[in-house]
């Protein structure tokens, strides 16, 4: 309700379409063409077979026959949405595409339940012939055989995806918030700063500017804080439309200090390359010194 930023508020069929629709990520959507398809399918089947294994796979397999042959309205809204989301992350383009595999993995899932259901009831019904065979010790050894199958390998898998102990988040917002100067520029790639303006309502004094790499094919512009403008104007007012951060440097620089973060996805060669410098201040903040500025002896990167 009441998004502080005008480009996500969905209270219009248009603005409802843009968020519900990637919004400004929707040039990456069916970004590739029928020769890059086999490399697709094989890197969605190389995240497939490290998520759910071959007696996992099997075992979904047999429980979509089993829905092909027994409930055909199931299987084809089951087969519809894993076609939809299959086609719409393979023909993705971003980084973390492998998200979007995960919808596809919650439709296996459902026809490896039906595959395990479907093999216990015919091994009952096998065990049936054997009269002298204790069918409910069997019967029970198989289903903690089934139970146990999608546990295996669960602990090393636990262990790599464990983040209980990653404050990575929480040491940025800290490092900001106690360590820029007042009335400072920040420039960031979409970055948790927002939280800490706009949730925490803390350090609200500080400008905030993604320059950095963004689709802007709508002229609606979510990467300044705190005002909340249109593309042109976030171009004209913040150099926005400079991609390497350079225009958003000088233009920060007339009003102040500026830092940028230090992000695995922020590129900061364009501004090294126009002269600007870098000075760490404390954790994931760093001072950007302008090409005339040689004052500071700080520790450099």
């Not at 989301?85 to 023909?91: G, L, M, P, Q, Y």
């Not at 830092?259 to 201040?281: H, K, M, N």
């Amino acid at each position: 309700m009441d998004p502080p930023f005008k480009a996500n508020d969905p209270t219009n069929f248009e603005r409802f379409w843009y968020v519900v629709s990637g919004g400004n990520l929707r040039g990456g959507f069916f970004a590739f063409g029928p020769a890059e398809l086999p490399g697709r399918l094989a890197f969605y089947l190389g995240h497939l077979l490290d998520n759910l294994h071959l007696g996992l796979l099997s075992a979904g397999t047999v429980g979509f026959v089993v829905l092909l042959l027994r409930a055909r309205a199931a299987a084809a809204l089951l087969g519809v949405l894993y076609l939809g989301w299959f086609i719409h992350a393979v023909e993705n383009d971003i980084p973390d595409i492998q998200l979007y595999f995960i919808p596809t993995y919650l439709v296996l899932a459902l026809a490896i339940a039906v595959g395990c259901g479907f093999l216990l009831s015919e091994a009952e019904s096998l065990l049936l012939r054997f009269r002298r065979v204790p069918r409910g010790a069997v019967l029970g050894v198989l289903s903690v055989a089934l139970l146990l199958l999608p546990l295996s390998g669960v602990r090393e898998t636990y262990a790599s995806n464990d983040m209980s102990g990653d404050y990575r988040g929480r040491e940025i917002l800290e490092d900001v918030a106690d360590n820029a100067a007042p009335n400072a520029t920040i420039l960031h790639h979409r970055s948790n700063l927002w939280y800490l303006v706009l949730v925490e309502e803390r350090r609200q004094d500080l400008t905030l500017v993604d320059p950095f790499w963004h689709n802007r094919e709508i002229g609606y512009a979510d990467i300044v804080w705190p005002a909340d403008v249109d593309l042109a104007t976030a171009n004209r007012r913040y150099g926005t439309d400079d991609f390497t951060g350079v225009t958003a440097a000088e233009k920060a620089a007339e009003k102040g200090p500026v830092y940028v973060l230090s992000q695995v996805d922020l590129d900061p060669s364009g501004l090294y390359e126009a002269g600007w410098r870098t000075v760490q201040v404390e954790g994931a903040l760093w001072r950007l010194i302008p090409p005339e500025g040689q004052s500071d002896t700080r520790e450099e990167g």
